[in-house]
């Protein structure tokens, strides 16, 4: 699952993610129909700023799947009622013996 995580998470990317790279794009093509004269321009513009949003909101969404992939992989103690340790403790705890 983690590894599922980590390709949804990076098409997510708010920076470098494919997701966010079109969704610029058509936001940018949006400015530009918008300052366009006619009418085809703005009614255009203001579709491709509804797919935008859409786009982000799909962003969100993966975002969120992403942080509940992550948080059911992790692992939890072997026995019920015992604190999971760090590795650091582990190997302190394996010295003191």
Partial sequence: ??????????????????????RGL?????HRL??????VGPHTAHR???IARRLHGIQQDLDAT???LVA??????AQPGVAA????ERH????SL
């Fill in 1 to 22: 699952m983690t590894q599922l995580a980590t390709v949804l998470a990076q098409l997510a990317d708010e920076q470098s993610g494919p997701l966010a790279t079109v």
């Fill in 34 to 39: 918008a300052r366009q004269p006619g009418a």
């Fill in 26 to 30: 058509i936001e940018h093509s949006a």
């Fill in 66 to 68: 992403t942080a509940r």
């Fill in 48 to 50: 491709l700023e509804l």
């Fill in 85 to 88: 340790t760090s590795p650091a």
């Fill in 72 to 77: 059911t992989s992790r692992p939890t103690s």
């Fill in 92 to 95: 302190t705890a394996r010295q």
